[in-house]
Nanobody, 124 residues
Framework: QVQLVESGGGLVQAGGSLRLSCAASGRTFSSYAMGWFRQAPGKEREFVAAISWSGSSTYYADSVKGRFTISRDNAKNTVYLQMNSLKPEDTAVYYC?????????????????WGQGTQVTVSS
């Protein structure tokens, strides 16, 4: 069983930055990949970023590439999402998730444990 707890969301002006954290329980955190997804009101959940178990490979949605950075600290069982140059369209609930051991990084169907989400609101 894996439990994921996100933190770091909040209200920020356009152009600002936030860093989200996702703390994972369990002793096997370093053995699986992690991802961040987001869901805006009235929209489907969408992929934001993912990172391999070692941190050596990262993946981003085109909409956040160059602005967001995903990283992880396996000693702390934590994955991060650094968000810079935020835009109003980044407003959403952000979720971290544990990826299954196979399948594309980009589909939510390949993630089996999810956090409760943290709200990010970007004002114009």
């Amino acid at each position: 069983q894996v439990q994921l707890v996100e933190s770091g969301g909040g209200l920020v002006q356009a152009g600002g930055s936030l860093r989200l954290s996702c703390a994972a329980s369990g002793r096997t955190f370093s053995s699986y990949a992690m991802g961040w997804f987001r869901q805006a009101p009235g929209k489907e959940r969408e992929f934001v970023a993912a990172i391999s178990w070692s941190g050596s490979s990262t993946y981003y949605a085109d909409s956040v590439k160059g602005r967001f950075t995903i990283s992880r600290d396996n000693a702390k069982n934590t994955v991060y999402l650094q968000m810079n140059s935020l835009k109003p369209e980044d407003t959403a609930v952000y979720y971290c998730a544990k990826r299954r051991f196979s399948g594309t990084y980009y589909s939510s169907q390949n993630y089996d444990y999810w956090g409760q989400g943290t709200q990010v609101t970007v004002s114009s």
